[in-house]
Structure formats: C-alpha cells, structure tokens
C-alpha cells in the first residue's frame, strides 16, 4: 500500500484551513491512516529538512515549522505520492496552478500551507520519523470494497 506524509504547516493551520485540506484529500478518495496536531521540535523540523540545510532559507524555514502547532498526517492509496503533489501544486503559490491547494490559498513561497512527501523513498522515511508504527491504522479489515 502507498503512502505518503502530509504536515499543514503553521499558516494552513492558523488559517484554519485544515478541513478543507482534509476534504480534498478525502473527495479525491485517498484513506487517511494517521493523523496529528503537533508542536515540532527543532530537532525534527531540522532532520525533517535535512536536505536543504546549505540553503540560504534553511534556518527561516525550520524556525517557521517550529513557531505553532502544524497537523501531521499519513494519507495512503494507489499512486498517492505523485496525485498528492498534484493536489498541492507548485512550491511557490504564485506558480501554482488554481484548484491545488497553493494555487488557491497563497501568494508566499515560505508560506505555502502545505508540505507533501516528494518520492515514495521519500515518503517512506518521513513517515518513520514523524510516526510510530502504533501511530497508523492498517485498515487492512475494513469491509470498504472501494478502498484501494
Ligand atoms: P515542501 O518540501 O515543504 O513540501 O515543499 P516543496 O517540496 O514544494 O519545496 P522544497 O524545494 O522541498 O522546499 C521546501 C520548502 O522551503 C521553502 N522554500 N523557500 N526560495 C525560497 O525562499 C524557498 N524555496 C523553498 C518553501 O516553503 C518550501 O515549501
Ligand atoms: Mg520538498
């Protein structure tokens, strides 16, 4: 089963846009297997972003994931890793097209609502370090035939 890891970041969340984040998630039909309100450490905003960390907005951009509470999460489901890309748009909200979430929410590349896994590789550790295994629901004996 493919998963990937979501986190609204402090401004989605102070924006109040969490349900409307979670219902397009749901309407495109992907399952929701974990989910979290957090206060991050800088420890795991840091590992988090590991790979931007010689760039110029590394410490603005933990100090921003650090500063209020962000919702984790672990969506799963056929080709959820690339769809969830999609469904968020370009890093940069001007660039992104309207009807994904950036394109429709922001106008700021360092306050753009949202993070999504960039590979499945990716996804996979990101999710071992935002989650415990305890943390995400199997489903593996829902009774839901349309569930993929
Ligand atoms: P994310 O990891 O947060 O999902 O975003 P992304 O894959 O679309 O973009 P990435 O290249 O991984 O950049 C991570 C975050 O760093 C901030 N950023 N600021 N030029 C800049 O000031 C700049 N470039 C990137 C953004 O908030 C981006 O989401
Ligand atoms: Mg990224």
């Given at each position: 089963m493919e998963r990937t890891f979501i986190m609204i970041k402090p401004d989605g969340v102070q924006r109040n846009l969490v349900g409307e984040i979670i219902k397009r998630f749901e309407q495109k039909g992907f399952t929701l297997a974990g989910l979290k309100l957090m206060q991050v450490s800088r420890e795991l905003a840091e590992k988090h972003y590991d790979v931007h960390?010689?760039?110029?907005?590394f410490n603005s951009l933990v100090e921003f994931i650090v500063s209020s509470p962000v919702v984790a999460m672990v969506w799963q489901g056929e080709g959820v890793v690339a769809s969830a890309r999609k469904l968020i748009g370009a890093t940069d909200p001007l660039a992104a097209e309207p009807g994904t979430i950036r394109g429709d929410f922001g106008i700021e590349i360092g306050r753009n609502i949202i993070h999504g896994s960039d590979a499945i590789e990716t996804a996979q550790r990101e999710i071992s370090l935002w989650f415990s295994e305890e943390e995400i629901c199997s489903w593996e004996n829902s009774m839901k035939p349309w569930l993929k």
């Open positions: 960390k010689e760039r110029p907005f």
